[in-house]
C-alpha cells in the first residue's frame, strides 16, 4: 500500500513539472488588445468685448459652463450700422464641432438687428491650420467688411452660425495657444428715445458625424 502511495505521488509530480512550462508557454505567447477613444471635448470662451464709443449701446458677455454664453445687448434711442459692437469668442475642439446661435428675446421697440461672423484667426502654434481654412460660415451669417449681415430674427430658431474640423492639437481649455478666435459684430437700430434689450445665446458642441 504504502508503495502505491508513492507512486501515485510520484505520477502527480511528474504531471505538475510537465503541466507548469506549458501554462508559463501559454501565458508568454499570449497577446493582449486595448481598444478605445477619447471622448469628444469642445469649450467656448469670451476673449474680448468692444462697445461702441456710445453709452446709448452696451453689449455684454457672459460665459456659462464652458459650452454656452449669454450675449446682453441693451440701449436707449436709435443705433446705427455705422456704431456696431463687437464680441470675440475662442473655440476649442478636439473633434469636428458646430457652434449655434439662438435668440431668447427682444423687446419690441426693436426696428433691426443684425450680426455677422467672421475674422477667424488661431491662437497659436497648438491651433490646427485646418480650423481657420476649413471652417465654415453660413452665407447669410459671414461678415461683410465692418458690417454685420444677417437679421437677428433668423435666430429665433437655433442656428448654426460657425462649423469646422478639430481646432485644438493639445493644450488645456484655457491654454493661450490653442484656439481659433471668432468676431461677431452686432448692429441695432430701434425706436428713438426708447429703452431697449436683445438676449442671445451662443452655445458650441461637437459636430454630428
Sequence with gaps: MKKTHLLTFGYLLLFALQAVPVFT??????????????????????????????????????PLDGKRIRVELKGVGSVTNERPASLTVQLRSNSAYRMDAVLLESTSEIASSSLGLGNLTA??????????????????????GDTSAASLSLLKQSQMILSG????????????????????????????????SIYLELRIAPAVE
Design 25 to 62: 508557454q501559454t501565458q508568454s505567447s499570449g497577446t493582449v488588445s486595448l481598444q478605445g477613444s477619447i471622448a469628444p471635448s469642445v469649450t467656448l470662451n469670451v476673449s474680448s468685448v468692444r462697445n461702441p464709443n456710445n453709452s446709448d449701446f452696451l453689449l455684454t458677455a457672459i
Design 123 to 144: 491662437s497659436g502654434p497648438r491651433t490646427s491650420p485646418t480650423a481657420v481654412s476649413n471652417s465654415q460660415i453660413p452665407a447669410p451669417f459671414t461678415l461683410k
Design 165 to 196: 474640423p478639430r481646432i485644438s492639437l493639445g493644450g488645456g481649455p484655457l491654454a493661450s495657444t490653442n484656439a481659433l478666435n471668432a468676431d461677431l459684430l452686432f448692429s441695432v437700430e430701434s425706436k428713438a428715445g426708447q429703452p431697449w
